[in-house]
């Protein structure tokens, strides 16, 4: 029936690790994912687990030595925020186009600048395009749970996964969890027999070739045809989960739709806090609901577009900005949802919000819904292109 | 409303506030509670003025926020008390307990005309008479578990006792000090 524990979501993160127990860990420390490397390290020195910890001097060497265990067969694992993740990058690609199912945990942090050591989705948003899965979690339980399912998910279609979560909100906060008993963790997640791996003394392979104009784009294509095929296994991985512990997972979380007239897209941990803010709606009889990305690689176009066909007005929620005069990440990948689904009627928003830290309220998330209310009523969108609760 | 219980904590860097957050987050978790226990970070130094949060229920908790509308507040630094509005948003039906030396009666003026409970503890003193050293933690815990009743207080007492032999286990000489702290700071709490 699981174990009652209460953790940081960093520890929960270095707990999960620990009971993998992967063969190499390369890392490099920074706010707020530091606890992650350094908890793990503890688990190292205390011979609790045998996983090779490699210490570099940079994020971009973490990666590379990622790359270089995971192309050799190993199961490799990192951890990184904000500036690190950017650091990384360039290695960001090679992993993935080498098709190396790496499992970076990533306590998201803003970027500079100014700087800030807080929370928002700028970091991972910033390599949204790398070619990996990324999942979001809304609190420590489900940063633990996606973890525990990273490696199943992201070894079935050879892709590297990154498991966000929300810097300090959630990395540093102490709440209940219910942790899976480490047998089971161990049968779930299983070993990793890669098919083909450097170290196969009968199968002579190369990592990383260059590939002529002839090549590459069938290369890219079968990229991003594992990315498609990542769907159906993030939901079969998550249904396996759901039989073991109770707690099923798909790519995104309803959240009183069934009804719901007017509804927010969010990620990561405002979702809990939208959550209270709807069952306060909801007792005023308003028909609110929430949809949460829990997957945000690959990205969920048909059930969004499925969750929203009958509301009246939608607010996407972005922490992070793309600077393109235009909208949020989120924005623009739900409105090419619903276009094309063919679905022209929900009115859409777009709210900056939460960056570097800013807190994020229940009252916060209550304005969204009330200004989406009088999005209804007059049947006038408005700037659809706003910031929640700045000063100007 | 939901049955939930709200705590803010003020401290300065270096003293431990967060560190009680989330002593006091422990507590309840072990008497059976959803808790929260977190601190709110700007740029670390020892010093400046800290801020950290609990919430404690019976019921699951998704909220997500720093806490504007507390029940409580801990004041672990009495010189705080001219640096910060520490009374802002904190329930009439509440309290706030403060480390200080002075008498509630004293301290209350410094209040912007907080209405509600105020009550003082000498944690310095308590700290330096049972553990040699100004470690205000384990008092102010022990005050705020008292005033607030959010942990029963036989079942926090036999709770730290466990968590302090298992923290000292290497220095048993600190169980027994904290262990007097905590239980003279329950009853030398003032509340006016």
Same mark, same amino acid.
């Given at each position: 029936?699981?174990?009652?524990?209460?953790?940081?979501?960093?520890?929960?993160?270095?707990?999960?690790?620990?009971?993998?127990?992967?063969?190499?860990?390369?890392?490099?420390?920074?706010?707020?994912?530091?606890?992650?490397?350094?908890?793990?390290?503890?688990?190292?020195?205390?011979?609790?687990?045998?996983?090779?910890?490699?210490?570099?001097?940079?994020?971009?060497?973490?990666?590379?030595?990622?790359?270089?265990?995971?192309?050799?067969?190993?199961?490799?694992?990192?951890?990184?925020?904000?500036?690190?993740?950017?650091?990384?990058?360039?290695?960001?690609?090679?992993?993935?186009?080498?098709?190396?199912?790496?499992?970076?945990?990533?306590?998201?942090?803003?970027?500079?600048?100014?700087?800030?050591?807080?929370?928002?989705?700028?970091?991972?948003?910033?390599?949204?395009?790398?070619?990996?899965?990324?999942?979001?979690?809304?609190?420590?339980?489900?940063?633990?749970?996606?973890?525990?399912?990273?490696?199943?998910?992201?070894?079935?279609?050879?892709?590297?996964?990154?498991?966000? /979560?929300?810097?300090?909100?959630?990395?540093? &906060?102490? !709440?209940? *969890?219910?942790? %899976?008993?480490? @047998?089971?963790? =161990?049968?779930?997640?299983?070993?990793?027999?890669?098919?083909?791996?450097?170290?196969?003394?009968?199968?002579?392979?190369?990592?990383?070739?260059?590939?002529?104009?002839?090549?590459?784009?069938?290369?890219?294509? /079968?990229?991003?045809?594992?990315?498609?095929? &990542?769907? !159906?296994? *993030?939901?079969? %991985?998550?249904? @396996?989960?759901? =039989?073991?512990?109770?707690?099923?997972?798909?790519?995104?979380?309803?959240?009183?739709?069934?009804?719901?007239?007017?509804?927010?897209?969010?990620?990561?941990?405002?979702?809990?806090?939208?959550?209270?803010?709807? /069952?306060?709606?909801?007792?005023?009889?308003?028909?609110?609901?929430? *949809?949460?990305?829990?997957?945000?690689?690959?990205?969920?176009?048909?059930?969004?577009?499925?969750?929203?066909?009958?509301?009246?007005?939608?607010?996407?929620?972005?922490?992070?900005?793309?600077?393109?005069?235009?909208?949020?990440?989120?924005?623009?990948?739900?409105?090419?949802?619903?276009?094309?689904?063919?679905?022209?009627?929900?009115?859409?928003?777009?709210?900056?919000?939460?960056?570097?830290?800013?807190?994020?309220?229940?009252?916060?998330?209550?304005?969204?819904?009330?200004?989406?209310?009088?999005?209804?009523?007059?049947?006038?969108?408005?700037?659809?292109?706003?910031?929640?609760?700045?000063?100007? | 409303?939901?049955?939930?219980?709200?705590?803010?904590?003020?401290?300065?860097?270096?003293?431990?506030?967060?560190?009680?957050?989330?002593?006091?987050?422990?507590?309840?978790?072990?008497?059976?509670?959803?808790?929260?226990?977190?601190?709110?970070?700007?740029?670390?130094?020892?010093?400046?003025?800290?801020?950290?949060?609990?919430?404690?229920?019976?019921?699951?908790?998704?909220?997500?926020?720093?806490?504007?509308?507390?029940?409580?507040?801990?004041?672990?630094?009495?010189?705080?008390?001219?640096?910060?509005?520490?009374?802002?948003?904190?329930?009439?039906?509440?309290?706030?307990?403060?480390?200080?030396?002075?008498?509630?009666?004293?301290?209350?003026?410094?209040?912007?005309?907080?209405?509600?409970?105020?009550?003082?503890?000498?944690?310095?003193?308590?700290?330096?008479?049972?553990?040699?050293?100004?470690?205000?933690?384990?008092?102010?815990?022990?005050?705020?578990?008292?005033?607030?009743?959010?942990?029963?207080?036989?079942?926090?007492?036999?709770?730290?006792?466990?968590?302090?032999?298992?923290?000292?286990?290497?220095?048993?000489?600190?169980?027994?000090?904290?262990?007097?702290?905590?239980?003279?700071?329950?009853?030398?709490?003032?509340?006016?």
């Amino acid at each position: 029936m699981g174990i009652r524990e209460r953790l940081s979501g960093n520890e929960a993160v270095a707990y999960a690790m620990k009971q993998i127990n992967p063969d190499v860990m390369g890392a490099y420390p920074i706010t707020p994912s530091t606890e992650i490397p350094q908890y793990f390290s503890a688990y190292v020195d205390n011979g609790e687990v045998d996983t090779e910890f490699i210490a570099v001097e940079s994020e971009h060497s973490a990666m590379s030595t990622c790359i270089g265990a995971q192309a050799a067969g190993a199961r490799a694992i990192s951890a990184t925020s904000s500036c690190g993740l950017c650091y990384m990058t360039e290695m960001l690609y090679v992993a993935a186009s080498d098709r190396l199912p790496i499992t970076l945990a990533v306590s998201c942090r803003a970027l500079s600048g100014p700087i800030n050591i807080n929370n928002d989705h700028s970091d991972a948003m910033g390599v949204r395009d790398t070619g990996w899965l990324m999942l979001f979690a809304e609190n420590n339980q489900e940063a633990y749970d996606n973890y525990l399912q990273a490696m199943r998910i992201g070894e079935a279609v050879s892709l590297p996964i990154m498991i966000c /979560q929300d810097g300090f909100i959630t990395s540093h &906060a102490i !709440e209940n *969890i219910e942790l %899976v008993e480490t @047998e089971k963790v =161990k049968e779930f997640v299983g070993k990793y027999e890669p098919q083909h791996f450097l170290l196969k003394k009968d199968e002579p392979m190369s990592v990383g070739a260059y590939a002529t104009s002839v090549y590459y784009m069938e290369a890219k294509r /079968q990229q991003a045809q594992a990315m498609i095929d &990542a769907k !159906e296994v *993030i939901k079969k %991985v998550g249904a @396996e989960f759901g =039989k073991i512990t109770g707690r099923t997972y798909g790519l995104i979380e309803t959240y009183e739709m069934e009804d719901a007239e007017e509804a927010i897209l969010i990620i990561g941990s405002s979702a809990g806090t939208a959550k209270e803010a709807i /069952q306060e709606l909801r007792a005023q009889n308003k028909k609110v609901g929430l *949809i949460k990305i829990r997957s945000f690689r690959p990205f969920p176009s048909e059930e969004i577009a499925e969750a929203l066909k009958h509301v009246k007005a939608f607010a996407a929620m972005d922490k992070d900005d793309s600077f393109n005069a235009h909208c949020g990440p989120i924005y623009a990948e739900t409105c090419a949802a619903l276009y094309a689904a063919g679905i022209h009627e929900p009115k859409g928003i777009n709210y900056i919000y939460g960056l570097g830290g800013r807190d994020v309220r229940v009252e916060s998330i209550q304005h969204v819904f009330a200004e989406l209310e009088k999005i209804v009523q007059t049947g006038d969108t408005g700037e659809t292109y706003r910031y929640l609760e700045v000063r100007e | 409303m939901k049955d939930i219980v709200e705590i803010r904590w003020h401290g300065r860097g270096g003293q431990g506030a967060k560190t009680a957050s989330l002593l006091l987050a422990d507590a309840a978790f072990n008497t059976g509670k959803y808790v929260q226990g977190f601190p709110e970070y700007g740029p670390e130094r020892m010093g400046a003025p800290i801020t950290a949060y609990n919430r404690i229920s019976s019921e699951r908790i998704t909220v997500h926020s720093n806490i504007y509308e507390p029940d409580y507040v801990v004041v672990v630094d009495e010189t705080l008390l001219s640096a910060v509005n520490v009374t802002a948003g904190l329930k009439k039906g509440g309290a706030i307990v403060i480390n200080s030396h002075k008498t509630p009666e004293e301290v209350r003026p410094l209040l912007k005309g907080y209405e509600g409970k105020v009550c003082t503890i000498d944690a310095g003193k308590i700290s330096e008479e049972e553990l040699g050293k100004n470690f205000p933690n384990t008092p102010m815990l022990a005050a705020i578990v008292k005033v607030s009743g959010v942990v029963e207080e036989q079942e926090f007492i036999k709770d730290m006792e466990g968590s302090f032999q298992h923290k000292f286990a290497s220095k048993p000489q600190m169980i027994d000090g904290n262990m007097r702290a905590l239980k003279r700071s329950m009853k030398e709490v003032q509340i006016g």
